[in-house]
């Protein structure tokens, strides 16, 4: 019998229980705020179950008032209702199979009158607790900071057969930001919190064992320790050994026994420290390529390169060797890596092991469309063609846009279900998602706990738990408009035709006009009204309007102009920009109270202070330029400097007493960061800028400045000299041969005209001895105020 270790006091103990409460129906848990019930633990329990135990305790008594007291199985009478908790004799007894439980599954189940909450180790009984906590008693852990926990000083619970264990192996959110040993995490049954951990009393985690998750080569063999004495170990670039930007040489028969060493001491090393810590040991170890490109071109594995027609062939070769030599040992472990960049194409014939998951990077997708949709056909393919090639993958995703600034509002909760489904369904038994920002990231805590909900059961209704989140969270009162709000985003984003890439910026939020604006600022000025007496819900409704916030400041003059081109009267535009800059700070210092460190509030608050300069800096309505007032305004497109991405803060955008706006972006030399990379020279004319295609990674066209473009000193309009272009979804426009001025200029795109072409004009100023007829005391810089572009179907003005 399974139950046959038990002791006989504990197994006695358990047909005592069971027939004590035979007879019973509902089962009351406490009554009049006091417990009717007992918490029985296995006493085996491992230090996750007794977390569990605890955690049920602490929300019963949260709940109803009353202290439960939790009693070890080997100890417990039969003196009422229990609530047994781990892999007891009464749930060995009950449960078919128990010991083929995964280390995920769980079971919650009336039976005999008790309740029954166990699972497999070393996670299962943790998620029964928590499923039985949210399922049936409407516990909700909305993030690390707030929670909803019912009152009921009568507690009751019917007739209960829940059970399940989560779709994907590995669940992992980068980042959580609770400091919490990743309790969150854990309530919400992701397995892994970034960089964090989840520690033993939660169950532990699906952690990487060391060096890191990803980008590990030089983790393992650093070229300060190796490149001196064995070139060889590196990529051979143009006929030379480097270890600049470079990879390994995978072909070399040291390096290959370097690392198996190497990993076979990181094994052993982990395993004896969960040992001590009471977590389970790392099972997964990753070998992957560095952050860039430059692998090695030597003639051994430039054959491997020719035969399979990818440089993910040698990446297989080479670790099915590792594998095979670590299984042998370990038939546990699992070495992970990454098909990202220039190992992303299938290989011919080459095929990894099972134990090798190959973890495929999302780096071109529309992240408002799930992977299905015919835009993101390129990666919705390249996961069909590792589905045959690979039995285990993983996926490294982002729900997060990186150019600044961060968070604008984009709408994508609604592409998670489908994603995991298809995901679940081609071999995919793990998902990474990078979702940064814990302030200012979109509708953030919306979107992690669908995220958490869906990676483990894609299957569920994701309307419904969108309802359960916005009415639970927001309010039942403010939920609906928070939900109104956001199918308005997005339709807006379907019916402009926006593609949201991971370098979202001001400009490109084409979807934002003034029609959206009004509607969606009216709604939160509605969810507010609903909720003003609450300031908790308040607090949260404002916090979801921050992104809008943000972005309508950011594109106040497009959305100025937009008021106007109806035939308006600018004074009389219901939006006040003044005012929604004020709420964008206030709600971004309430939220660093709540989320950030101490420690890191000072630096939080700096990027609050700048933003709101910013900000202050902006005109609130710029007039179209001069040059171009005579055209229709519909048929008129005018991106000022603030609406620009300028990379590692090289350009800096600043007031300009020339420029037309106002402002200006300005590059001046020698510049304040990064001068060794962009000296004078390099940016003396002819001056290069041109189109690029990022959905479709096109370069479309480029043209120069030359030094007899230059009329004389001050601003003057430069036409694009490729002639009018015809701009698609997800083009911008870029300066210098850098590109560390790019700008989004699909919000000119028209659904209804997409073959239609504009002309491309910059206002640019050159100042300096460098460049022509610049002034010897001017310091040498270049200032770009704004681009224009102008439909064809318009008039335009001449060239200069």
């Known amino acids: 019998m399974k139950i046959s270790i038990l002791s006989s006091i504990a197994l006695s103990v358990s047909v005592a229980f069971l027939a004590a409460a035979e007879s019973a129906h509902a089962l009351t848990l406490a009554k009049d705020g006091k417990a009717a019930a007992t918490i029985v633990l296995a006493k085996d329990a491992v230090l996750a179950e007794r977390t569990a135990a605890t955690e049920l305790a602490t929300y019963l008594k949260a709940i109803s008032g009353a202290e439960f007291a939790v009693a070890d199985e080997a100890d ?38 008790n309740l029954l909450l166990a699972g497999g180790r070393p996670r299962g009984t943790l998620y029964a607790v928590y499923h039985f906590l949210e399922d049936a008693l409407g516990v909700h852990w909305w993030n690390p900071w707030e929670e909803t926990v019912p009152q009921k000083p009568a507690l009751e619970v019917g007739a209960l057969d829940l059970h399940g264990k989560p779709t994907f192996r590995y669940r992992d959110i980068y980042m959580l930001y609770g400091n919490d040993k990743g309790r969150f995490a854990a309530r919400n049954r992701l397995n892994r919190d970034g960089d ?29 320790e190796y490149f001196d004495t064995h070139p060889e170990y590196y990529s051979l670039i143009n006929g030379k050994r480097t270890a600049d930007n470079a990879q390994l040489c995978l072909t070399n028969p040291e390096v290959r026994q370097l690392i198996i060493e190497k990993l076979r001491n990181y094994i052993v090393t982990t395993r004896a420290e969960a040992e001590k810590t009471g977590s389970p040991p790392p099972l997964v170890f990753s070998i992957s390529q560095n ?28 670790l099915n060797a590792v594998s095979d030599a670590i299984t042998a040992e370990y038939p546990d472990v699992c070495l992970d890596t990454l098909a990202y960049q220039y190992t992303q194409q299938p290989p011919r014939t080459m095929r990894p092991r099972d134990s090798v998951i190959f973890r495929l990077c999302d780096t071109e997708s529309d992240l408002g469309k799930p992977v299905t949709a015919p835009q993101n056909r390129a990666f919705h393919d390249t996961l069909l063609t590792w589905a045959g090639v690979a039995k285990n993958l993983r996926i490294w995703d982002y729900a997060v846009t990186y150019a600044q600034p ?25 998902v990474f998602t990078e979702l940064e920002f814990p302030i200012l990231a979109d509708t953030r805590d919306l979107k992690v706990w669908m995220m958490m909900k ?7 209704d994701d309307a419904q738990l969108l309802q359960t989140f916005t009415d639970g969270f927001y309010g039942p009162a403010a939920g609906p408009m928070v939900r109104e709000y956001l199918a308005k985003l997005q339709a807006a984003v379907e019916r402009k035709g926006a593609i949201i890439n991971w370098t979202l910026s001001p400009s490109s939020l084409s979807y934002i006009g003034f029609d959206f604006a009004a509607d969606a600022h009216g709604l939160f000025d509605r969810a507010e009204q609903a909720v003003a007496s609450d300031p908790v819900l308040l607090r949260r409704v404002r916090h979801a309007r921050l992104p809008l916030d943000r972005a309508t400041v950011l594109t106040f003059r497009r959305i100025c102009r937009d008021w106007i081109a109806k035939g308006n009267d600018p004074a009389a535009l219901p939006l006040k920009p003044a005012e929604i800059a004020k709420r964008c700070g206030e709600t971004w210092q309430t939220q660093i109270e709540l989320r950030i460190p101490e420690k890191q509030r000072a630096a939080e608050k700096a990027s609050l202070d700048a933003e709101l300069l910013k900000y202050a800096a902006l005109p609130a309505i710029t007039q179209l330029p001069e040059k171009f007032r005579g055209l229709p305004p519909a048929k008129v497109f005018d991106f000022t400097a603030d609406l620009t991405r300028n990379w590692n803060d090289i350009v800096k955008l600043a007031k300009d007493p020339d420029a037309e706006s106002g402002i200006t972006n300005r590059l001046e030399f020698p510049t304040a960061v990064e001068s060794d990379r962009h000296p004078l020279d390099k940016y003396k004319l002819p001056m290069p800028w041109g189109l690029y295609g990022q959905a479709t990674k096109t370069f479309v066209s480029s043209a120069d400045i030359k030094p007899e473009d230059v009329p004389g000193p001050g601003y003057h309009w430069y036409r694009y000299a490729k002639g009018p272009a015809k701009i698609a979804p997800s083009y911008y426009l870029y300066f210098f041969w850098s590109w560390i001025i790019q700008l989004d200029i699909d919000a000119v795109v028209d659904t209804q005209a997409p073959d239609v072409t504009y002309d491309i004009w910059a206002n640019i100023k050159f100042e300096g001895p460098a460049f022509p007829h610049g002034k010897p005391e001017q310091k040498n810089a270049i200032c770009v105020e704004r681009v224009v572009l102008v439909r064809s179907d318009a008039t335009a003005p001449a060239a200069p």
């Open 291 to 318: 952050d860039w490109y430059n692998p090695c071109q030597c003639e051994r594995c430039h054959s491997v390169l020719v035969a399979e027609g990818s440089e993910v062939g040698l990446l297989i070769q080479f």
């Open 454 to 460: 869906l990676l483990e059961n894609p299957y569920q």
């Open 196 to 224: 964090a951990r989840i520690a033993g009393e939660y169950g532990g985690c699906m952690d990487y064992g060391p060096p890191y998750h990803v980008h590990t080569f030089y983790m393992y063999l650093p070229p300060k």
């Open 406 to 430: 961060y968070g604008m509002p984009f709408p994508s909760a609604q592409t998670y279900a489908a994603d995991y489904r298809f995901y679940a369904e081609h071999n995919v038994e793990g």
């Open 76 to 113: 417990a009478t039969a003196t009422g209702p229990c609530l047994f908790v781990g892999p007891t004799a009464v749930a060995r007894q009950a449960i078919a199979d128990f010991d083929k439980l995964g280390p995920e599954e769980w079971q919650v189940r009336t039976s005999g009158g």
